[in-house]
């Protein structure tokens, strides 16, 4: 079964400064990638996917990740942070043909002004 | 489009009721829908899988008596939360997979609705 790791339960950035959220897979074959974001009491939002076309890919709001097949990881990363990018955030794997999606246990990011 | 919405957002009831939450796909016709749990600072955790028209699929560990999930159309799924208890109390987030666009991979989430029981 996938499974997805996601380091460091908690990142804080300066406002402006890079942000890195870090997301490992496990998967026998090129599954099926994603990041949401969580906001307080809210439901969860899709950031961006990768879904075997481009390896690097853009998402809304300034983000963007890599999928490295050779590291297993498909890291989130924005160049300059915004106090607005506050929240939650899951990377989720599913694999080709598998309806059910596998969340890691998130990364709480916070901006310090 | 794609919305997903879920009713009510916020509940809370009394010990030993039931509660049923709603999630509706408003602008697409989702042939499966998925409903999570998710702990206080903690991932979110499925529960179940149901498909218009037949029965839900329940994760490992999930009482399909207790959680009651109904897919009556293919915009909607309701989640009854029978005999609730405060261990009950949750963030229950349900998501849709569009028909149209099932080879994409994506799912549609809802708001969440928050449930406490007293």
């Known amino acids: 079964a996938q499974s997805v790791t996601q380091l460091g339960s908690h990142v804080s950035v300066s406002e402006g400064a890079l942000v890195l959220l870090r997301c490992n897979y496990s998967?026998?074959?090129?599954?099926?990638l994603f990041w949401y974001v969580q906001y307080p009491n809210q439901g969860l939002q899709l950031l961006l996917k990768y879904t075997s076309a481009a390896t690097l890919v853009k998402g809304i709001n300034g983000f963007e990740a890599e999928f490295k097949k050779s590291e297993t990881s498909f890291h989130l990363t924005k160049p300059s942070a915004h106090m607005s990018d506050a929240a939650e955030y899951f990377c989720a794997v599913r694999d080709f043909g598998n309806e059910k999606l596998t969340f890691g246990t998130g990364t709480r990011l916070t901006i310090i002004p | 489009g794609a919305v997903v919405s879920q009713h009510p957002s916020r509940v809370i009831c009394k010990s030993g009721t039931s509660v049923k939450i709603e999630c509706r796909s408003l602008d697409f016709q989702a042939t499966t829908m998925f409903w999570y749990r998710q702990f206080p600072k903690k991932s979110l955790m499925l529960m179940a899988t149901s498909n218009e028209g037949s029965k839900a699929t329940y994760e490992q560990g999930v009482e399909k008596d207790k959680f009651l999930i109904n897919h009556a159309s293919l915009t909607l799924s309701t989640l009854t939360v029978t005999s609730a208890h405060p261990e009950d109390s949750s963030f229950y987030i349900c998501s849709a997979k569009s028909r149209d666009l099932a080879n994409t991979g994506e799912l549609f989430f809802g708001e969440g609705s928050r449930l406490t029981v007293l």
């Open positions: 998967s026998s074959v090129p599954p099926y």
